[in-house]
């Protein structure tokens, strides 16, 4: 990752692929190299990945880019689609191309012969090949989806000029009034069902919920989709308060039992919770997967030790990360310095540029301009109210004020939002508001998204399978049916 929260950039359009929510670190990782667009390149390519034992179906397209060659990937059996590769190079035969998955690369190392791609495929610990033929393989006739066993509908949540679009979803039949709760997204403008990658988390939670006996309701962030607002200079407490109007909304809604809705937040959406949640009474029990209990600042350094093991990176270059990032949260705090640290970026980038070779650095004419959008990327969203905010919040706050039935859940795997630095805090918030209903679990195995993983680092999330970890679901499910009385 190049910049201090790479999942806030301009204001996102729907189905944009983004970095995981709250991996927001500054990481000082090598300038990507493009190389002039190749003719015996350009084209659909498709062919196999084998990966631990695991085959996955891999298609490339490439083509001429702005800066050099561009290319996209499909990895069907995981639903991504359309992902941008970076550092896509070819001098001929060698072809290299690498798939961003947080601040961890997959990287693919391969030769042309003919009409073939072959070669090495590495990500952290795991290694691979992987082969790609030119061409198309015959189109196969799409599957027709069933319909779900229940009602979709499409409302909006308003927030004062806020306008949110979304999803709920009602039980089929007799039954009601159901319990609800809202589904609330992690840092990064999100869709409706949190999708990365092409895995839909809340999609998937919305579905088994309601099956369930459960109304859910789920909704673009601020300016994403069909949402209005500004997302960009939002904080975590406006979210809050679009928390809060979701609840409202919920209400209104015939089909629930206004005394039994809560929240289920994800990552941020964990610390928004809890926000709402205090300061709300109608609110009747909170949700939180992955939520944080520490300040901002001990998340990112938290995070970047276990990313950085995760992903085989050295001491020194995790040293040398957090030393980064200490420059730029005294500029945030401050207010000040951010010229001279802007310089000193840009001149580490041009050192970096320096150290390449005549062939790669061939490829960038403008050294000067390239090293300026390196440093202006990097410090670009650490200006956003949103970091200043989120730097020296302290989550444990709302938490010592929240009453209502708590369910916390954590990745045993998760490097993003490590349990053993936040559930102990997350554990003495709750016990200073006196809230004896408190249950939490650890997913064996599982990582910042719940998908069962390897090392939990955020570079394997594109290529595991986009599903959550056995058991997961109905963890969440049974627990809000105890609580709330919700159909088993």
Known sequence: MNDPRPSRPQPARPRTQQVPSLCVLVLLLPLAVCAPAEEPLSGHWEGELDAGGMQLVIRVDFKPGAA????????????????????????????????PAGPGLAVFEGRLAGDSIE????????????????????????????????????????????????????????GGPHAGV????????????????????????????????????????????????????????????????????LKTCPEVDPRRIGLLGHSEGGVVAPMAAAASPDVAFIVLLSGTSVTGERVLFSQGEAIGRAAGYPPERTRENQELQKRIFACVRSGTGWEE???????????????????QR????????????????QLANAQLPWFKFFLDYDPAEALARVKCPVLAIFGELDTQVLVGVNRP?????????????????????????????????PQEYALLAKEFAPGFLDMVQSWIARRTGAAK
């Open 68 to 99: 050099g060659l561009a290319a996209t990937i499909d990895i069907p059996q995981q639903g991504a689609a359309a992902v941008a590769l970076t550092n896509v190079r070819f001098a001929p035969p060698q072809v290299h191309f690498e798939l």
């Open 362 to 377: 061939a490829t960038i004419p403008d050294a000067e301009a390239y090293a300026k959008k390196a440093a202006d990327g």
């Open 341 to 359: 640290l802007r310089a000193e970026m840009r001149s580490k980038a041009l050192a970096q540029l320096a150290a390449l070779t005549p062939a």
């Open 182 to 249: 809202y589904l609330i997204t992690g840092s990064g403008a999100q869709n409706r069902d949190e999708e990365l990658f092409g895995f839909k988390p809340f999609r998937v939670l919305a579905d088994h919920l309601t099956r369930h006996g459960v109304v859910v309701l789920r909704c673009d962030d601020r300016g994403v989709g069909g949402s209005s607002g500004d997302f960009v200079h939002s904080t975590t407490a406006d979210f809050a308060e679009d928390a809060r109007a979701a609840v409202a909304f």
């Open 425 to 457: 805090p997350l554990e003495a918030a709750l016990a200073k508001a006196g809230n004896a209903d408190v249950t939490v679990e650890v997913v064996a195995k599982a990582n910042h998204l719940y998908q069962t993983a390897v090392t939990g680092g």
């Open 119 to 174: 070669g090495d495929f590495t990500q952290a610990a795991a290694r691979g090949r992987f082969r790609l033929t030119r061409g198309s393989a015959p189109k196969k006739a799409e599957v027709p989806v069933s319909p779900p066993p229940y009602e979709e509908r499409e409302v909006t949540v308003t927030n004062g000029a806020v306008r949110l679009a979304g999803t709920l979803t009602v039980p089929p039949g007799p």
